[in-house]
Nanobody, 121 residues
Framework: QVQLVESGGGSVPPGGSLRLSCVAS????????LKWFRQAPGKEREGVAT???????TYASFVKGRFTVSKDNAKNILYLQMDSLKPEDSAMYYC???????????????WGRGTQVTVSS
């Protein structure tokens, strides 16, 4: 079983930045693709970003160049740099591990507990 621990959430004003981290551990941690999802109250969980073995990123359309996903393979850490944050970005952000690169909650084997991001004045 892989374990995932997110960190880096917080409260920022519109236009601010946050950098989220997800640390994956466990005997099979390196066998999973790591992904970012988010969920706001009353809304469905949606994919945000993921990155391939060859460092090719995939983003949801709402990111529009504002977010950057990266990883540290040696340490099994996934990052999400979020810039130009908007109030609609407010959500619980979850790290997830899956067997492929699809940004679909149904393609997730393990979830982290989440880290809260709040964007408001």
């Amino acid at each position: 079983q892989v374990q995932l621990v997110e960190s880096g959430g917080g409260s920022v004003p519109p236009g601010g930045s946050l950098r989220l981290s997800c640390v994956a551990s466990g005997a099979t941690a390196s066998n999973y693709y790591l992904k970012w999802f988010r969920q706001a109250p009353g809304k469905e969980r949606e994919g945000v970003a993921t990155i391939s073995t060859r460092n090719i990123p995939t983003y949801a359309s709402f990111v529009k160049g504002r977010f950057t996903v990266s990883k540290d393979n040696a340490k099994n850490i996934l990052y999400l740099q979020m810039d130009s944050l908007k109030p609609e970005d407010s959500a619980m952000y979850y790290c997830a591990a899956g067997r492929d690169l699809q940004l679909n909650p149904s393609r997730v084997d393990t979830w982290g507990r989440g880290t809260q991001v709040t964007v408001s004045s």
